[in-house]
């Protein structure tokens, strides 16, 4: 009988629960979870600080790693390596915040040999979000080299994306509010962080041209401060919401200077594509993902910690091992 983390009501108080294997969804794939992480859509649904769950009771957690325990799908056999991210997991489905779930088999994708399922979190959501926009900015003619700024450098998103980046020898331009982060972006390989009280103004058609490439984590007045600043034919890859999802800008950016504003979505991504973005970072230096701050977490103290990340007292990345009393 799994132990799982369970929301009862619109009342946020989360409570560990065990409850019988005949409780978890009828789907097709059952895997032994090994670890999730806690992401920022996971401490609003925790917290009820966020519409993020819409049905109870629920499971949140909206991604994991772990091991085929049975499977009805030919395309997983007991034993296999997976991970999942995405497809409304942890939001309409029951997540990752388990010792044990029930899938879809499309849902899942095999995790590269190169990769623990421990790994394969440390990355998790945020990673993959950040190879894909990598991956988007580059299917757009971006040429290792260029002078790339990341807004919302300290997120999952953000973190990932600068260290990326900087294994690629890109020239990495970190935005962030918290200066007392600014050495860890450096050492994450930023070759400067800047404020973001820069990006957070009225923003105005142009600027002075800036960066050949971004990713932005936040949105609103930030992303269009952003795409003023493009240079000619300069691609910006928007991941995530964060901070609204209101864009003030005009057509001039893409009119008199090209910019091409490419939208990132990992919740969806078709297997081939997730297959290629897993393979990637399965295939970055061990020395990254040691890099990493990493506070690993049992189920009783998600809670906890996602008060610390709506505060913005988190950095790093949050591990949880359901199998931790």
């Not at 297959?275 to 295939?283: D, K, L, S, T």
């Not at 701050?293 to 591990?319: C, S, T």
Request: one cysteine or more.
């Amino acid at each position: 009988m799994p132990r799982v983390l369970m929301l009862k009501d619109e009342d946020p108080r989360a409570r560990v629960e065990t409850i019988d294997d005949e409780r978890l969804p009828e789907r097709a794939v059952t895997v032994d979870i090994d670890y999730s992480d806690l992401n920022y859509k996971d401490a609003l649904a925790v917290t009820g600080k966020g519409k993020i769950v819409r049905e109870y009771p629920f499971v949140p957690g909206i991604d994991f790693a772990g091991t085929v325990r049975d499977s009805e799908s030919d395309r997983y056999t007991p034993g296999d390596r997976v991970i999942l991210t995405g497809w409304g997991v942890g939001e309409r489905y029951w997540g990752g915040f388990a010792e044990r779930m029930r899938v879809d088999a499309d849902w899942l994708v095999p995790c590269p040999e190169d990769l623990t399922t421990r790994e394969a979190m440390l990355f998790g959501t945020a990673g993959l979000s950040a190879m894909l926009a990598i991956l988007r900015l580059e299917e757009a003619g971006l040429e290792r080299g260029a002078r790339v700024l990341v807004t919302g450098a300290t997120g999952g998103v953000g973190s990932w994306a600068v260290q990326m980046l900087a294994h690629y020898h890109y020239e990495v331009y970190a935005v962030t509010g918290k200066p007392d982060q600014d050495q860890w972006l450096k050492e994450l390989g930023a070759t400067e962080v800047l404020d973001r009280v820069e990006f957070k103004g009225e923003p105005r058609p142009l600027e002075k041209a800036r960066w050949a490439g971004a990713i932005d984590t936040v949105g609103d007045n930030p992303l269009a401060n952003v795409i003023a600043q493009m240079e000619e034919h300069g691609r910006v890859a928007a991941v995530g919401l964060a901070g609204g999802s209101d864009l003030p800008t005009s057509v001039m950016p893409f009119i008199l200077r090209g910019v091409s504003l490419l939208g990132v979505e990992s919740a969806r991504t078709p297997l081939a594509k997730r297959r290629e973005v897993w393979q990637r970072i399965a295939e970055l230096p061990a020395a990254m993902r040691e890099s990493m701050h990493v506070e690993e977490i049992g189920m009783e103290l998600i809670a906890e910690r996602a008060e610390a990340m709506i505060n913005a007292d988190i950095h790093g990345r949050l591990l949880v091992d359901p199998h931790i009393d």
